[in-house]
């Protein structure tokens, strides 16, 4: 009980903390999307025979013809009301818009984190414990290399490589075959509902399907986990408390994962802020590059149309998941690491 | 003798690798004196359209092929080169220079200035770093000025909390105390003592982060928020080639998409190489 | 249990634990290989301790690390043996040597924070040592770690086996060290420089557990450590030695008493001792004293100052003074305030409250942000505690000497040359040095370019903070010397601060002693030292281990 209410402290604590950050990521949004030069009104009216009367009247209508602090103002209002506009391509809510297409962008970059940390902690360890092995010199390639191709570019290649050259990968549009009817959604990832389902069709093609994207967008993060993995893994390796333990006689096992392991963790839970921060960029390109029917794609296209609501409904929804995301590692961090206390 | 030669094997690894870090020096000088003789160095018009040469495979004649309305692509890489290369230099600069000069005012005074910067580069970090460039992008309207700006704003907080670490690291230490009682005063210690040996340490950053920087722009290019489509541009490039991979025109990806990944790397390579350096003397020291 | 108080046992008459024979281990770094032990023999007989003793590049701690097979990859043993009760370490397949360290062999180490697991309970560290050994259920071994805490003398052991080590004090994670030593029941302890991190009067009290130990247990112990006093105090036999060979060994008493070889002997005559002065250990002949100054102002009188880092009251109404041509002695235990002070009167913080007068003008009001623009500045000059640290690793030491010329006299050009090298060859630092950048110079050559530095242009007052605290004894006594010259030939004033009561009683007139903030005791240094006045001020001379 007491742990619960600890960790319920430290969250209204951090949350607290963070209110800054999130006052001015509302202030930044705001202006970037309504001050700056592109003003919305007239790249609603693309027509061209848009003339300044239709403007002045989709101004009107957007709130555009009051003054800044009134907007300011009623934005916060409809904010609180969890009222973000409605989407000029879709013409529903852009709630809504958003809430349907979340959970494929959430699918994705949950496949691509556990791809990614399933690959580079292995390979950080043993390139560590090996230093100057083949497996040393694998990690640093994988790391170097990693980091220099760009996400849409890895995505492109896969996709000529393994759609258009052999054909093993499956048609690289969309989560589901386009014959498939999509499962009753439940959870809202398409595998686990087609699972629930019973549906082994959906399943199967759902998987396949999630393979190239999450390849894709795991690569682009493998290469600072992989890296941040091989240096505090052998930092720790190095340090006076593994000497401790070996001169104590204690297995070769628990030095390695319980003095070893268990310290270099700690550099490598810092930087998955780092890593979820890309992982959300990322997945934008990705999201492109694979028609992905995610909140990612929904930007770009929103963007392309001059959607300003919906891009504006995607920011801050991109930034409060980063938010969260980062309080859960720093909840993470200070249950691994006495030195922080929870309180 | 098993000894021996191991040792001979690692040294040979060690040799290798500091060879990577040589070939990315090099790399990034030839891709210098690439973007700027490529007016000179161009086989055909890069802009010069021909539907008679349309989709060419690369060939002797069009050693990277021709795109969708006969361009050839090779040209379109070398003054490419120019336009990716600037923005992510001017990007780095102005981040470089901004971040650096408040960081190191920050990490000596601390105090409300200190408190200041903190939450402006909080509130910055609060967003996945390509969304803020997005949203700054479209902001600021398409064109190289506003990718610029874009990619600097994302970048600045790293060089403004690097600065202030790497300085706020060394404020008590012996020597930048020894500079206050040799007659500086604190601005003094700050640019004159701190900053220089700081230096290494954001160059390191700054070459590591020019890879970044190309492939940031590039990014934006592609989802559509960069340059103006005449303008040759590699992420741009990839994204028009894009359309034709599934007819089997591979090219069109994967020649923009090398160019970037071998800028990417060989700044990166030249970071790695300059860091290990700075490592190395650290250890010495 | 046996009565083997240590002392008493010779080399030849129990069996031997540990034997090293004609042992040599050299590092492969890139391309040369460097020879760190070269040829060295030494036996530890059970219920003996054995110290090994040298400067740094003796080859102490590699032997130390060599006996239970803990050398960095990049080490080899190239020839010779180790013998643990007549088992070969040198060829020992990994997993004996798992049995062996921590069961027979256990490990103590110089700096005990970092020697401990950060992230994992003291008590669970030292469970896992015991269970590596004794098969003991989860139950059985929380019994044995209270125990073991209880062995090493920890007041609260139920709480001490909850805590981590950043919850601990420095005392307290050498003792839990300890007890994870103990907790194979090991019959040879190798204790590398077991105090040295700690405070005169902890570490004094861990050297005495650490003996009681291993009389009560009837361990041996191979004590490493750079400091002879300390060997002297506490070993039966010593083995001296330098670059990496065994220069001389022999019964503590005799060897120190009696030096067989030129190398132990300027060891010792180097170390600091009772009732001599700085001339015992001049390394040159020093000229004549100057008399302090009996004039009515004194040089720097400070008043009641005090200084608050939030909570902490680091420094709580300090009051004294320093004549010209006198050496005030500050000393105290970590946290004492020390530095604290020095940083003060250096004026490069601002004081809470008090006053610092100097030369008869009121100093301390003036903000320490602009002290660089007064004329003061350039007389009251510091003295680092670690020398290669107070150099900017950018400037050759010509510059580094330069700097306060150039920007406190204006000097510049041929002037400026002559100057820095006539200050170079005052301080005794070669002239081919000057161009050097400062991670190729050693720490004595360190040294002597941050005194040049500090003396280049005359101040009248020297502030040193732990001047030789990061040296050698031999280098130790050179610089004192050099310290001492010129405050003879120039007229300077020293506030010296050290944690060595040894060295201040040797170079200082006058002494304070600080405690928490707070002067305890002052006075004429021979007063205060052979006859405190205060609990605390004889506590700290009796902790410190001097050669008599």
């Given at each position: 009980?007491?742990?619960?209410?600890?960790?319920?402290?430290?969250?209204?604590?951090?949350?607290?903390?963070?209110?800054?950050?999130?006052?001015?990521?509302?202030?930044?949004?705001?202006?970037l999307l309504?001050?700056?030069?592109?003003?919305?009104?007239?790249l609603?009216?693309?027509?061209p025979s848009?003339?300044?009367?239709e403007?002045a009247?989709?101004?009107?209508?957007?709130?555009?013809?009051?003054?800044?602090?009134?907007?300011?103002?009623?934005?916060?209002?409809?904010?609180?009301?969890?009222?973000?506009?409605t989407?000029?391509?879709?013409?529903r809510p852009v709630?809504?818009?958003l809430a349907r297409?979340?959970?494929a962008?959430?699918e994705l970059?949950?496949?691509?984190?556990?791809?990614a940390?399933?690959?580079?902690?292995?390979?950080?360890?043993?390139?560590?414990?090996?230093?100057?092995?083949?497996?040393?010199?694998?990690?640093?390639?994988?790391a170097t290399v990693?980091?220099a191709?760009?996400?849409?570019?890895?995505?492109?290649?896969?996709?000529?490589?393994?759609?258009?050259?052999?054909?093993w990968?499956?048609?690289?549009?969309?989560r589901?075959?386009?014959?498939l009817?999509?499962?009753?959604?439940?959870?809202?990832?398409?595998g686990?509902?087609?699972l629930i389902?019973?549906?082994?069709?959906?399943?199967s093609s759902?998987?396949?399907?999630?393979?190239?994207?999450?390849?894709?967008?795991?690569?682009?993060?493998m290469?600072?986990?992989?890296?941040?993995?091989?240096t505090a893994?052998?930092?720790a390796?190095a340090?006076?408390?593994?000497?401790?333990?070996?001169a104590?006689?204690?297995?070769?096992?628990?030095?390695?994962?319980v003095?070893?392991?268990?310290?270099?963790?700690?550099?490598?839970l810092?930087?998955?802020?780092?890593v979820?921060?890309t992982?959300?960029?990322?997945?934008?390109?990705?999201?492109?590059?694979?028609?992905?029917?995610?909140?990612?794609?929904y930007?770009?296209d929103a963007l392309?149309?001059g959607?300003?609501?919906?891009?504006?409904?995607?920011?801050?929804m991109?930034a409060?998941?980063?938010?969260?995301?980062?309080?859960a590692?720093?909840?993470?961090?200070r249950?691994?690491?006495?030195?922080?206390?929870?309180? | 003798?098993?000894?021996?030669?191991a040792?001979?094997?690692?040294?040979?690894?060690?040799?290798?690798?500091?060879?990577?870090?040589?070939?990315?020096?090099?790399a990034?000088?030839?891709?210098?004196?690439?973007?700027?003789?490529?007016?000179?160095?161009?086989p055909?018009d890069?802009?010069a359209?021909n539907?008679?040469?349309a989709?060419?495979?690369?060939?002797?004649?069009?050693?990277?092929?021709?795109d969708?309305?006969?361009r050839d692509?090779?040209s379109?890489?070398?003054?490419?080169?120019?336009?990716?290369l600037?923005?992510?230099a001017?990007?780095v600069?102005?981040?470089?220079?901004?971040?650096?000069?408040?960081?190191?005012l920050?990490?000596?005074?601390?105090?409300?200035?200190?408190?200041?910067?903190?939450r402006?580069v909080?509130?910055?970090?609060?967003?996945?770093l390509?969304?803020?460039?997005?949203?700054?992008?479209?902001?600021?309207?398409?064109?190289?000025?506003?990718?610029i700006?874009?990619?600097a704003?994302?970048?600045?907080?790293?060089?403004?909390?690097?600065?202030?670490?790497?300085v706020?690291?060394?404020r008590g230490?012996?020597?930048?105390?020894?500079?206050?009682?040799?007659?500086?005063?604190?601005?003094g210690?700050?640019f004159?003592?701190?900053v220089?040996?700081?230096?290494?340490?954001?160059?390191v950053?700054?070459?590591t982060?020019l890879?970044w920087?190309?492939?940031n722009?590039?990014?934006?290019?592609f989802?559509?928020?960069?340059?103006h489509?005449?303008?040759?541009?590699?992420?741009m490039?990839?994204?028009e080639?894009?359309?034709?991979?599934a007819?089997?025109?591979?090219?069109?990806?994967?020649?923009?998409?090398?160019?970037?990944?071998?800028?990417?790397?060989?700044?990166?390579?030249?970071?790695?190489?300059?860091?290990?350096?700075?490592?190395?003397?650290?250890?010495?020291? | 249990?046996?009565?083997?108080?240590g002392?008493?046992?010779?080399?030849?008459?129990?069996?031997?634990?540990?034997?090293?024979?004609?042992?040599?281990?050299?590092y492969?770094?890139?391309?040369?290989?460097?020879?760190?032990?070269?040829?060295?023999?030494?036996?530890?007989?059970?219920?003996?301790?054995?110290?090994?003793v040298?400067?740094?590049?003796?080859?102490?701690?590699t032997?130390?690390?060599?006996?239970?097979?803990?050398?960095?990859?990049?080490?080899?043993?190239?020839?010779g043996?180790?013998?643990?009760?007549?088992?070969?370490?040198?060829?020992?397949?990994?997993?004996?040597?798992?049995?062996l360290?921590?069961g027979?062999?256990?490990?103590?180490?110089?700096?005990?924070r970092?020697a401990?697991?950060?992230?994992r309970?003291?008590?669970r560290?030292?469970?896992?040592?015991?269970?590596?050994?004794?098969?003991?259920?989860r139950?059985?071994?929380r019994a044995?770690?209270?125990?073991?805490?209880?062995?090493?003398?920890?007041?609260d052991?139920?709480?001490?086996?909850?805590?981590?080590?950043?919850?601990?004090?420095?005392?307290?994670?050498?003792?839990?060290?300890i007890?994870?030593?103990l907790?194979?029941?090991?019959?040879?302890?190798?204790?590398?420089?077991?105090?040295?991190?700690?405070d005169t009067v902890?570490?004094?009290a861990v050297?005495?557990?650490?003996?009681?130990?291993?009389?009560?247990?009837?361990?041996?112990?191979?004590?490493?450590?750079?400091d002879?006093?300390?060997?002297a105090k506490r070993?039966?036999r010593?083995?001296?030695?330098?670059?990496?060979r065994?220069v001389?060994?022999?019964?503590?008493?005799?060897?120190?008493?009696?030096?067989?070889?030129?190398?132990?002997?300027a060891?010792?005559?180097?170390?600091?001792?009772?009732?001599?002065?700085?001339e015992a250990?001049?390394s040159?002949?020093?000229?004549?004293?100057?008399p302090v100054?009996?004039?009515?102002?004194?040089?720097?009188a400070?008043?009641?100052?005090?200084?608050?880092f939030?909570?902490?009251q680091?420094?709580?109404?300090?009051?004294?003074?320093?004549?010209?041509?006198?050496?005030?002695?500050?000393?105290?235990?970590?946290?004492?305030?020390?530095?604290?002070?020095?940083?003060l009167?250096?004026?490069?913080?601002?004081?809470?409250?008090?006053?610092?007068?100097?030369?008869g003008?009121e100093?301390?009001k003036?903000?320490?942000?602009?002290?660089?623009?007064?004329?003061?500045?350039?007389r009251?000059?510091?003295?680092?505690?670690?020398?290669g640290?107070?150099?900017?690793?950018?400037?050759?030491?010509?510059?580094?000497?330069?700097e306060p010329?150039?920007?406190?006299?204006?000097?510049?050009?041929?002037?400026?040359?002559?100057?820095?090298?006539d200050?170079?060859?005052?301080?005794q630092?070669?002239r081919?040095?000057?161009?050097?950048?400062?991670?190729?110079?050693?720490?004595?050559?360190?040294?002597?370019?941050g005194?040049?530095r500090?003396?280049?242009?005359?101040p009248?007052l020297?502030?040193?903070?732990?001047?030789?605290?990061?040296?050698?004894?031999?280098?130790?006594?050179?610089?004192?010397?050099l310290?001492?010259?010129l405050?003879?030939?120039?007229?300077?004033?020293?506030?010296?601060?050290?944690?060595?009561?040894?060295?201040?009683?040797?170079?200082?007139?006058?002494?304070?002693?600080?405690?928490?903030?707070?002067?305890?005791?002052?006075?004429p240094?021979?007063?205060?030292?052979?006859?405190?006045?205060?609990?605390?001020?004889?506590?700290?001379i009796?902790?410190?281990?001097?050669?008599?």
């Open positions: 009980m007491r742990v619960v209410s600890l960790l319920l402290a430290r969250v209204a604590k951090r949350l607290l903390a963070a209110l800054p950050a999130i006052a001015g990521v509302l202030v930044l949004t705001f202006v309504r001050v700056l030069p592109g003003d919305p009104a007239s609603y009216a693309t027509s848009a003339g300044e009367a403007i009247a989709i101004q009107a209508d957007l709130g555009l013809d009051r003054p800044l602090p009134e907007q300011f103002w009623i934005y916060l209002r409809d904010l609180a009301r969890g009222d973000l506009g989407s000029l391509m879709t013409g709630v809504a818009d297409r979340l959970p962008s959430l970059i949950a496949a691509a984190f556990a791809l940390l399933l690959v580079s902690l292995p390979l950080g360890i043993a390139a560590a414990l090996r230093p100057h092995s083949l497996v040393d010199l694998g990690a640093r390639v994988l990693g980091i191709v760009p996400t849409f570019v890895t995505g492109l290649v896969l996709i000529e490589i393994f759609y258009v050259l052999f054909g990968a499956p048609d690289p549009t969309g589901l075959d386009i014959f009817i999509p499962p009753e959604q439940v959870t809202g990832f398409l686990l509902d087609a389902a019973g549906d082994h069709a959906a399943f759902a998987l396949a399907k999630l393979v190239l994207p999450t390849v894709t967008l795991a690569v682009f993060v290469a600072p986990m992989v890296r941040i993995t091989r893994m052998r930092a390796m340090s006076d408390f593994v000497r401790t333990a070996e104590m006689g204690l297995s070769r096992f628990r030095v390695v994962l003095y070893g392991l268990g310290n270099a963790l700690l550099p490598v810092t930087l998955c802020g780092t979820i921060s992982l959300l960029g990322a997945s934008v390109l990705v999201e492109k590059v694979f028609a992905w029917p995610g909140i990612g794609s930007s770009v392309m149309a959607d300003f609501a919906a891009v504006q409904g995607f920011v801050l991109m409060g998941l980063f938010v969260l995301m980062n309080l590692i720093d909840l993470c961090y249950a691994v690491d006495p030195r922080v206390s929870l309180a | 003798m098993s000894v021996r030669t040792i001979d094997r690692r040294r040979s690894w060690a040799a290798r690798f500091d060879l990577a870090a040589l070939i990315g020096g090099f990034v000088a030839a891709l210098v004196v690439v973007a700027v003789a490529a007016p000179w160095l161009v055909y890069p802009y359209s539907a008679a040469q989709l060419q495979p690369p060939s002797l004649a069009h050693w990277a092929g021709t969708q309305i006969g692509v090779f379109r890489l070398l003054i490419a080169a120019r336009l990716d600037l923005i992510a001017a990007a600069f102005a981040s470089f220079a901004i971040g650096t000069f408040a960081g190191a920050a990490g000596y005074f601390g105090g409300w200035f200190d408190r200041v910067t903190g402006l909080d509130v910055l970090l609060a967003f996945p390509f969304v803020l460039a997005m949203a700054l992008a479209a902001a600021l309207g398409t064109g190289v000025a506003s990718l700006v874009a990619t704003v994302v970048n600045l907080p790293f060089y403004v909390r690097l600065a202030r670490a790497e706020n690291a060394r230490l012996g020597w930048v105390e020894a500079a206050r009682l040799c007659g500086r005063g604190p601005l210690v700050v004159g003592a701190l220089p040996n700081v230096l290494p340490v954001l160059m950053q700054a070459s982060n890879a920087a190309i492939l722009a590039a990014g934006l290019s989802v559509g928020l960069g340059v489509p005449p303008t040759a541009e590699w992420g490039m990839v994204a080639g894009a359309r034709y991979l007819s089997g025109h591979w090219w069109l990806v994967v020649c923009p998409g090398g160019a970037l990944a071998a800028a990417a790397l060989a700044f990166t390579l030249l970071g790695d190489g300059l860091g290990d350096r700075l490592d190395l003397r650290g250890r010495d020291g | 249990m046996v009565s083997a108080t002392s008493t046992c010779g080399a030849g008459m129990a069996e031997d634990v540990l034997q090293v024979e004609g042992l040599s281990v050299r492969g770094g890139h391309g040369a290989q460097e020879a760190a032990l070269r040829e060295v023999s030494l036996s530890i007989a059970s219920g003996e301790v054995v110290a090994a040298g400067e740094s590049g003796a080859g102490k701690s032997l130390a690390a060599t006996v239970p097979r803990l050398l960095p990859p990049s080490a080899t043993i190239t020839n043996s180790v013998r643990f009760v007549r088992e070969e370490l040198t060829t020992a397949s990994p997993a004996r040597m798992r049995v360290r921590g027979e062999i256990a490990m103590v180490f110089q700096n005990p970092a401990l697991n950060p992230i309970r003291i008590g560290q030292i469970a896992d040592a015991v269970r590596a050994h004794r098969s003991l259920p139950r059985g071994a044995e770690v209270v125990a073991l805490l209880e062995a090493v003398k920890i007041a052991p139920e709480r001490v086996a909850n805590a981590y080590a950043h919850e601990l004090s420095g005392g307290q994670c050498q003792r839990a060290l007890a994870l030593a907790a194979g029941r090991p019959r040879l302890l190798i204790a590398d420089e077991p105090t040295t991190a700690l902890t570490g004094a050297m005495e557990l650490l003996a009681g130990l291993v009389a009560e247990r009837d361990m041996a112990m191979l004590l490493v450590t750079h002879l006093a300390l060997a070993a039966d010593i083995v001296v030695m330098k670059a990496g065994v001389e060994t022999g019964p503590s008493s005799s060897v120190l008493a009696t030096p067989g070889d030129a190398y132990t002997r060891l010792v005559a180097a170390t600091p001792r009772t009732g001599r002065g700085i250990i001049a040159e002949q020093l000229p004549p004293v100057r100054a009996v004039e009515a102002e004194p040089l720097l400070v008043s009641d100052l005090s200084m608050r939030g909570a902490v680091a420094l709580d109404r300090v009051s004294f003074e320093v004549r010209r041509g006198e050496s005030l002695g500050i000393v105290g235990e970590s946290g004492a305030g020390k530095s604290t002070l020095a940083r009167i250096c004026r490069l913080d601002d004081p809470s409250a008090g006053a610092i007068r100097f030369e003008r100093i301390g003036i903000p320490a942000r602009g002290f660089h623009r007064m004329p003061e500045r350039r009251i000059q510091l003295v680092f505690q670690d020398p640290g107070s150099l900017d690793p950018r400037l050759t030491a010509f510059e580094a000497i330069a010329l150039r920007r406190m006299a204006a000097l510049g050009g041929g002037c400026l040359k002559e100057t820095v090298a200050l170079a060859e005052r301080v630092l070669s081919e040095l000057l161009e050097r950048p400062p991670h190729t110079l050693s720490e004595g050559q360190a040294a002597r370019v005194i040049a500090a003396i280049a242009l005359s009248n020297l502030v040193l903070d732990e001047p030789t605290g990061a040296l050698d004894v031999s280098v130790q006594a050179a610089i004192l010397t310290l001492e010259r405050k003879r030939e120039m007229g300077l004033s020293f506030v010296f601060i050290s944690h060595d009561l040894a060295v201040v009683r040797m170079m200082c007139e006058r002494v304070v002693v600080l405690r928490d903030g707070r002067v305890v005791e002052a006075g240094t021979e007063t205060v030292f052979s006859q405190p006045a205060e609990d605390y001020t004889r506590r700290l009796e902790a410190l281990p001097v050669l008599e």
